[in-house]
């Protein structure tokens, strides 16, 4: 073998070498790569979709749903509604309310709650309620004196339900009561004010306001979209009122389709209904003025951002139910995506009410505008003129009003 030969070996042998070495490391590389991925969706797994819902978030939590609902709605659970796309959807798994505008809570608020210290104690007295008794217990104070305090307003109740006897029960959070009874010293022994007495003895009492107050707020602090912010604010306030200011009929009909529920349940009996309802609705006049107001102001701003949806337009609101707000921190405002303006379409004239296209159509109301729900042409020609039932007879009463119509009387009145 010449020199040449042997030199042209060697640069072979080593260029071999070279290639088996760097598929080595590429093999390695892809067996630590889908180790990795492995691992990850094994944790994923085990840990459970990046998105639950609330029954399952409450499970997760220990909580039962009542107290997760009103941890939600204080604040110490942060909720995002469900945006997800389908094939978000779909790798989730089985997130429980994955339709648009369900409130879900990550996985990472979830691990953050549970590694709370003291958890899941700490989680459940912070949102503990309590009756009159033993919230008086905790404050300490007798009941009567507890009474006296929330009727004047020092004391804010957090939900309300009916007992057997369709009598109103109002419950407070314990954490309050203790801050307070720390805040406020003077007001827990001593005599009560004269001024408050005399207004408790007028039959004043300041609970159900109070508790519209805050349940409004918490409302407001969770939405972002403008129409469904103006349904909250006028969702106090009778039909009557509500007609004053909105003289749209496809206005109020966009609001009473958003108008959220402030009470939790639907009562059973008429007197239970007509117990809660009392509870629902402004009945002081401050109180009226305040919410008329706060009405008057975001409908303007929502008229501004997108007008209310009408028969033949599409709808102002795109992808679903209205973003909302986180519940703690400094939450990201999830806003709606701007569209096009719909171009209205003319009114209808005096006479007709709200079309199909809403199905939601309000009593008459004052103002201008039609206020009245659509009906028959009045006459005998309106009803000639009605299309023929199946089959191509028509009605009995039709084929009478075109005979009396077209008869010798109707020649001797003309």
Not at 247 to 260: H, M, N, Q, S, V
Not at 388 to 403: A, I, N, Q, S
Request: net charge positive; with cysteine; proline share 9%.
């Amino acid at each position: 073998m010449s020199v040449s030969d042997a030199q042209s070996q060697a640069r072979n042998d080593y260029a071999g070498e070279t290639n088996t070495t760097a598929t080595t490391a590429t093999t390695a590389t892809t067996a630590t790569t889908a180790a990795a991925a492995t691992a990850e969706a094994v944790e994923t797994a085990r840990k459970g979709p990046r998105a639950l819902g609330a029954d399952r978030a409450a499970r997760e939590l220990e909580l039962r749903r009542g107290e997760f609902e009103l941890a939600a709605q204080l604040g110490h659970i942060r909720t995002a509604t469900a945006t997800a796309t389908a094939a978000d959807a779909t790798t989730a798994g089985s997130i429980a309310g994955t339709a648009l505008g369900r409130r879900q809570v990550t996985r990472q608020e979830i691990d953050r709650l549970r590694a709370a210290k003291g958890f899941p104690d700490t989680l459940r007295e912070r949102v503990r309620t309590v009756g009159t008794a033993e919230g008086a217990a905790l404050m300490p104070v007798s009941p009567g004196r507890f009474t006296q305090l929330a009727r004047s307003g020092f004391i804010v109740p957090v939900r309300f339900y009916l007992n057997r006897y369709r009598a109103v029960v109002w419950l407070y959070l314990a954490e309050e009561l203790r801050s307070f009874a720390t805040r406020e010293p003077a007001l827990l022994t001593g005599r009560f004010p004269r001024p408050l007495l005399a207004g408790l003895e007028a039959g004043e009492d300041w609970r159900p306001r109070n508790w519209r107050g805050r349940r409004i707020g918490q409302l407001l602090h969770e939405s972002a979209d403008p129409w469904e912010r103006a349904a909250i604010a006028g969702c106090a306030l009778d039909p009557v009122q509500l007609a004053e200011l909105v003289a749209d009929p496809y206005e109020r009909a966009y609001l009473e389709r958003l108008r959220p529920a402030l009470g939790h349940g639907r009562p059973e009996s008429e007197a239970a209904r007509t117990a809660v309802h009392r509870l629902l609705v402004a009945d002081h006049p401050d109180e009226i003025q305040w919410h008329r107001a706060s009405l008057d102001t975001l409908l303007t701003a929502a008229r501004r951002a997108c007008p209310a949806p009408r028969p033949g337009s599409s709808p102002p609101r795109v992808g679903g139910p209205a973003a909302r707000r986180e519940g703690t921190g400094p939450a990201s405002v999830l806003t709606p995506t701007p569209t096009a303006t719909p171009t209205p379409t003319p009114g209808p004239e005096r006479g007709t009410g709200p079309g199909p296209g809403l199905g939601l159509g309000l009593g008459p109301g004052p103002g201008p505008g039609p206020t009245e729900p659509a009906g028959p042409e009045s006459g005998s020609t309106a009803m000639a003129h009605q299309p023929p039932r199946e089959g191509g007879h028509r009605g009995l009463l039709t084929r009478l009003r075109v005979r009396r119509g077209s008869g010798p009387r109707a020649k001797i009145r003309s």
